[in-house]
C-alpha cells in the first residue's frame, strides 16, 4: 500500500469524521469523494466500508461521553445512576423503528435511493426545513436530557427512519424533529450522538454480514489492502470525530443551525450540477 493510498484513505476518514456528525450529510459527501478519489477496492468493499469506517465515529461518541453513557461511572450517585440507565432505555426505544425498517428493507432503499438525484433533492428539502425551523424563535422547554419524556424519544426515533433514504443525514432530521418537540439545541446534538451507537453498530454488522457472504458465494477474500483501508479509515474518522463533535457542542452554545442548512442546499445544487453534466455516474 503505497503513500498516495494511504493519504486517501485519511482523507475518507476526514471526511466522515466530520460529516456524520455535523448535520450536512456524510453519504451525499463520500459519494463525491468517491468519484473524484477512488480506492483500489471493489464495490462490494466500498460499500460496506462506507458504513464501517463510522465504527470510528462511535467510537469517539463513546470516548468523550464515557461518564455520562456509563451508570457505573465512580462518583456517580444512585440518582445519577437511575437517570443514566433511564437515557439508555430512551436511545434504546428510539432506535427501535429504524432498527427494523433498516434490517427488512436494507436492500431495496439502497437499490430504490442510492442515486445522486435522490440525494441531492434531500440535501436540499433538509437545508430548507433548518432555515424554516431556526427562522422561528422559540423557548425551548426540554433543557436537559433527564428531562426528554419517553414519547419525545420515540417520535425523535421514527424521524430517524428519513435517515435511511441517503443524503438525509440522520443527525439533520433528529435535530429538526427535536427542536420541533421543544428541546433545545444542546439536548437535540446531544441525544442524536447517542442515538448513533446502536443505529450505527447494527448498520456495520448489517453490511459486514452481506460482505462476508458476498465473498463466501465468490470464494473470495478479504485482501490485506482492504484490512488496513478499514483499519486507517476508523482510525481517521475517530481522531477527527473528536474535534467535530467539540466544536459542534460548542458552536451550538452561542449559534443556529441555520449554517449547515444553507451549506446543504448549495451542496445539492453542486451535485445536480455535477449530475447533469455527467460527472457523477451514480
Given at each position: 500500500m503505497d503513500l498516495f493510498?494511504?493519504?486517501?484513505?485519511?482523507?475518507?476518514?476526514?471526511?466522515?469524521?466530520?460529516?456524520?456528525?455535523?448535520?450536512?450529510s456524510s453519504t451525499g459527501h463520500l459519494i463525491i469523494l468517491e468519484q473524484f478519489v477512488p480506492l483500489k477496492a471493489s464495490d462490494e468493499f466500498m460499500e460496506m466500508f462506507d458504513v464501517v469506517i463510522q465504527l470510528g465515529a462511535i467510537i469517539a461518541v463513546?470516548?468523550?461521553?464515557?461518564?455520562?453513557?456509563?451508570?457505573?461511572?465512580k462518583g456517580k450517585r444512585a440518582k445519577e445512576q437511575r437517570e443514566t440507565i433511564s437515557l439508555w432505555f430512551k436511545v434504546i426505544i428510539a432506535c427501535i423503528p429504524a432498527g427494523v425498517?433498516?434490517?427488512?428493507?436494507?436492500?431495496?432503499?439502497?437499490?430504490?435511493?442510492?442515486?445522486c438525484p435522490?440525494?441531492?433533492?434531500?440535501?436540499?428539502?433538509?437545508?430548507?426545513?433548518f432555515l424554516l425551523v431556526e427562522s422561528k424563535k422559540r423557548e425551548p422547554n426540554i433543557t436537559s436530557l433527564q428531562n426528554l419524556p419517553y414519547s419525545i424519544a420515540f417520535a425523535i426515533g421514527v424521524a430517524q427512519l428519513l435517515a435511511l433514504i441517503p443524503g438525509t443525514s440522520r443527525s439533520g432530521v433528529t435535530i429538526i424533529m427535536a427542536l420541533l418537540l421543544g428541546t433545545s439545541r444542546?439536548?437535540?446534538?446531544?441525544?442524536?450522538?447517542?442515538?448513533?451507537?446502536?443505529?450505527?453498530?447494527?448498520?456495520?454488522?448489517?453490511?459486514i454480514l452481506k460482505f462476508v457472504k458476498n465473498c463466501i458465494e465468490t470464494e473470495t477474500g478479504i485482501s490485506n489492502y482492504e484490512l488496513i483501508t478499514l483499519g486507517l479509515g476508523m482510525i481517521s474518522a475517530f481522531l477527527v470525530s473528536?474535534?467535530?463533535?467539540?466544536?459542534?457542542?460548542?458552536?451550538?452554545?452561542?449559534?443556529?443551525?441555520?449554517?449547515?442548512?444553507?451549506?446543504?442546499?448549495?451542496?445539492?445544487?453542486?451535485l445536480?450540477?455535477?449530475?447533469?453534466?455527467?460527472?457523477?455516474?451514480?
Open positions: 493510498e494511504i493519504l486517501k484513505v485519511f482523507l475518507y476518514g476526514f471526511v466522515e469524521g466530520i460529516t456524520e456528525w455535523l448535520p450536512v463513546l470516548v468523550l461521553f464515557f461518564h455520562k453513557l456509563n451508570p457505573w461511572a425498517i433498516g434490517i427488512l428493507f436494507d436492500d431495496k432503499i439502497d437499490a430504490l435511493f442510492y442515486n435522490t440525494i441531492a433533492i434531500t440535501l436540499i428539502l433538509y437545508g430548507v426545513l444542546f439536548v437535540a446534538a446531544e441525544f442524536t450522538f447517542f442515538l448513533a451507537i446502536p443505529v450505527m453498530f447494527g448498520a456495520s454488522l448489517i453490511k473528536i474535534l467535530a463533535i467539540k466544536f459542534l457542542m460548542g458552536y451550538i452554545k452561542t449559534n443556529d443551525f441555520k449554517i449547515f442548512g444553507i451549506y446543504r442546499i448549495l451542496l445539492g445544487i453542486v445536480i450540477l455535477l449530475f447533469v453534466k455527467g460527472v457523477l455516474i451514480i
